[in-house]
Every structure is written in structure tokens, then in C-alpha cells.
């Protein structure tokens, strides 16, 4: 017996036990070895279960578990972490026929795999709040931003947060479609998903990249800087604001 | 060989398998629980509430910590990432036990989380001892191997386990983690006698015992197929074991394990008291 038969066997019902692998008496350990099967595809259902709650009430608990099952043999974990297993659910649910239909699925993945990564990301303390709005202007524009490891952003065409707070805190589901970006912060112990505010995301996609504010708002269409600073503040996301040392 | 260090040990009295919905129930109503054991992969993370929560019962408990995806029994290396990540969360906590299972789980990229079985051969047992050698000196401690719950047997297999696990413990130094429910189900499996399997078991070995509940059921031929489930109490027969173990053994620390279907506080609790009923009578 080597262990390849026997993953191979695992995963893949149609096939029979490896040889070698028996029973007390030396007879092929038929349902025995199913105990193994079942062990691998429930256990690994069941974190695809608590990973993706919003995805199981979208498509139902039944439905989910046969899909599951589907995603497992198609992708086995690549890691004994399985508290980040699922990182190919949105192209597995982008390719798979029968959800073709809820086009919005891809990306309602994308924010439970972000809300899941920002529980488990750094401690990190914040800044004072009143700390960026007491720098002068010319401080102000230059400052760079380093923002807390536990924070995400998930960019849709679909309205993704409302889409998630239907599902995660029965509010009503949306009836028209629109973009919404998404910011995940963790002031404490749970993050929270927030909408962001138009042009945003692109905003801090350029802080996040090391860019100082001032670069970062000449280059974002008009969008409203208070909402997003408030945001930002009341999640305790900005954890360090560098400013431009006068050379010497 | 593993040079073992002066560390605090667990103490000789019940521990559980640590579910967070029990953290305030632990702080405010421990008795008769002693020390706690946690599954090293879920607090692998960065940060959080998980590593919060560890690191507060860590300053009031001893904890063990006890990895599920080592894969020592693997034919391929040992993931050098996990080995670092090992090595990380117990330099950060300090446990009083380090503890793996005598089993593979990952092949070539995938992990397959499951304890798979092994043949135990003269080929099989080299290959174990060259992993437990690479996880103490990577993690740099002394580890406790734990004996599997099997459902099949190998046509291969040509060494006892016992002989396979003694030989282990003997060429790294490590020592040996005693299921006794796993024993109980796995005797049954392989249609062996359990109280000859503790009688003959190296119980000086033995930093840690485990108990935890099974479930029932039937192979093609209409055999006893026992599952290692950890989804309910402890049977009547495996607390027999237990009580014959500790009188061979003498006191040990003894982990209720309860993973599926957590039941409240009080009646993980109460396992621990039984646990503790027969520890007592054996050190009185």
C-alpha cells in the first residue's frame, strides 16, 4: 500500500480500497475503509460550512453540502490552516453551472473568505483619532498611512454588503443592483463589514500602497474624504501616520 | 535523540479539550478541571480573539498543545512552514505538553485532515523516527505520540503497535500519549483483546492519557465497527479501561476530548469529575 492509492481512493468513491488494506481477516476492508472517506469529505464540508454561512443560506443547506462535497474533491486543502480553507470557492462558484444564475456568489465568497482573514490578522493599536485632523495642511498632504493587518477591501458590481447583511443579520435583501465596494475593519475582536462611499476603495487602495494623502486625493474623483476618515477612525484602522522629515 | 529540558509538567488530574463557547464557564467554574488542551492549528492565526482568549487561560492553566496536522506517518518531509508555525505558538505559550498522533494526513500539497493509518513495518518505523527527530529539534521540545484509532489493517503490517510505539519512544526520546479510547476501538476493529493492549503498554512512557466517546457501528460482515467520534460521553466499557490503565500506571494527566456535538460546561465537567473519582482512588 502507498499512500498515494490510498488519497487516491479517498476522494474518489468510484474507486475500489487499495489493495493491501483489509479487514481483521485479511478480506478487502470494504466498508471499513469508507469510515475514512467519510471522515475527510465531512470534515472538510463542515469547515467549508462555518467558512461561508452566507453562501449556505443563499443557496440552501442542502444544496451547499452537495456543492461542498463537489468543491473538496475538486480542491483539497493546501494547508494544515484550515481556518483559511475556501480561497478557491469564488472561481469554484464562478465555474459551476448550476449557480450560474446568482452572478453575485463570486464575491459574496470573497468578503466571508476577508471577514474570516481579518478575525484571525495582528493586533494592532491605533493612532489617536484627533491625531490626523490636528496636523497642519501642508502635513496633512504628505502624511503616509499604515493601516491595521486586520483590514480588507472587497470591490463588487453587485450590492455585495447588503447582499451580506440580508443573509448575516436579516435585514431585507436589496431589489436593485448596484456597485458596492466594502471596507472590513476589527476595532476589537469582530470585524465589520461597511459600505464605503463612491471612489473610496481606490482612495485607500493608493494609501494602502504607500502613497502620501495628498497624491492619493489628487488622483480619486470627487468623493466624500469626511465619510471615508470617519470610517476608517471609528474601526481603529489607521495604526501609524508618517510625515514627510524636512531634509536636511 | 531529544534532550529533554526541566519544564512544568501537566499536572496528574483531568484536563478537556478546550471549545471557546466554554471560556467564561472555565474562568468562573474550572473545578474539577486541572489544565487544558487545545488543537495547535486553530490558534495558528496572527491575532484576534482566538490568541487573546488562549493567552488568558494560559496565565491561570497549564495547556497542551496538541497538533492534528503534522502529518508524522506522511512518506513525503514534514511541511517545513508548519514545523515553523509549530515552533512559533510554543515559544509564544510555553505549554507544559506538546503532543502529535502516530498517523498521516497530508499528501504530496493536499491535507486531507484526517489521521490516516499506517502499516507499521521496519520501513514505516525508520520513517517516524526521522520525523518525531525533525519536529523536537525544529520545535525544540519534547513530544508525546499519541496511538491511532484504526479501521483497517495492512497486509504489510508485520510489527506489533505496541513494539512500534516503544521502539519510537526508545530511538527519539519522545514519549507516548495514551488514548485509551482509541485503544478500546481500535481493539475492537482488529478483533484484539484491550486489556491485554494496556497490560502490555509502556505506561513509564506515558506523559498524557486521552478519553473521549465513540460511536457504533457495523462492518459488511456484520462485525463491531467502532468510530473514534468525540461527539458524546465516554462509554462504560472505556471507563473500565481508564480504571484498569491509571492501576497499572498509576495518577496521569487525563484529557475528556468532547469535538462534535459540544455539550454545555456542566456535562464536559462532569466527565472530568469521573475522571477524577478514579485518579484520586488510585493516588489515595
Known sequence: ?248 | MFDAKTRPDLPAKPGVGYKPQHFTDILENPAPVGWLEVHAENYMGDGGRPLAQLRHLAERFPISVHGVGLSIGGEGPLDPDHLARLKRLCDWLNPASFSEHLAWSTHGAEFLNDLLPLPYTDATLARVVGHIDRVQDAVGRRMLLENPSVYVDFTETNLDEIDFLTEIAARTGCGLLLDVNNVYVSCTNRKTGWNDYIDRFPHHHVGEIHLGGHDAQADDTGAALLIDAHGSEVTDPVWALYDRTIRASGAKPTLIEWDNDVPDWPVLAAEAARAAQILNRVAA
Not at chain 1, 469547515?47 to 452566507?54: N, S, T
Not at chain 1, 463570486?106 to 493599536?125: K, M, N
Not at chain 1, 493608493?206 to 480619486?220: S, V
Request: one cysteine or more.
Open chain 1, 1 to 248: 500500500m502507498n499512500q498515494s492509492a490510498f488519497r487516491a481512493a479517498l476522494l474518489d468513491p468510484d474507486r475500489p480500497v487499495p489493495p493491501g488494506v483489509t479487514d481483521p481477516e485479511g478480506r478487502p476492508a470494504g466498508s471499513r475503509f469508507d469510515v475514512y472517506r467519510n471522515n475527510v469529505t465531512a470534515s472538510l464540508t463542515e469547515a467549508l460550512r462555518q467558512a461561508f454561512p452566507v453562501i449556505r443560506k443563499l443557496v440552501g443547506e442542502e444544496f451547499f453540502t452537495a456543492m461542498a462535497i463537489a468543491h473538496v474533491r475538486a480542491h483539497p486543502p493546501r494547508s494544515p490552516m484550515l481556518m483559511l480553507y475556501g480561497a478557491d470557492m469564488p472561481g469554484f462558484l464562478a465555474a459551476f453551472p448550476p449557480v450560474a444564475h446568482l452572478g453575485y456568489l463570486p464575491d459574496i465568497a470573497r468578503l466571508e473568505l476577508a471577514l474570516r482573514e481579518a478575525y484571525h490578522a495582528a493586533d494592532a493599536a491605533p493612532v489617536p483619532a484627533d491625531r490626523l485632523a490636528a496636523l497642519p495642511e501642508a502635513d496633512f498632504l504628505s502624511a503616509r498611512i499604515s493601516f491595521a493587518p486586520a483590514m480588507r477591501i472587497v470591490r463588487s458590481r453587485w450590492p455585495i454588503h447588503a447582499i451580506w447583511a440580508a443573509n448575516a443579520e436579516d435585514a431585507p435583501m436589496p431589489r436593485e443592483r448596484r456597485a458596492e465596494d466594502v471596507v472590513i475593519l476589527r476595532p476589537g475582536f469582530d470585524p465589520a463589514p461597511q459600505v464605503l462611499p463612491d471612489h473610496a476603495a481606490g482612495f485607500l487602495s493608493l494609501l494602502q500602497a504607500g502613497h502620501p494623502l495628498g497624491q492619493a486625493l489628487a488622483a480619486t474623483p470627487d468623493f466624500d474624504l469626511t465619510a471615508t476618515l470617519g470610517i476608517l477612525l471609528s474601526g481603529a484602522a489607521i495604526t501609524d501616520i508618517a510625515l514627510e522629515t524636512a531634509p536636511c
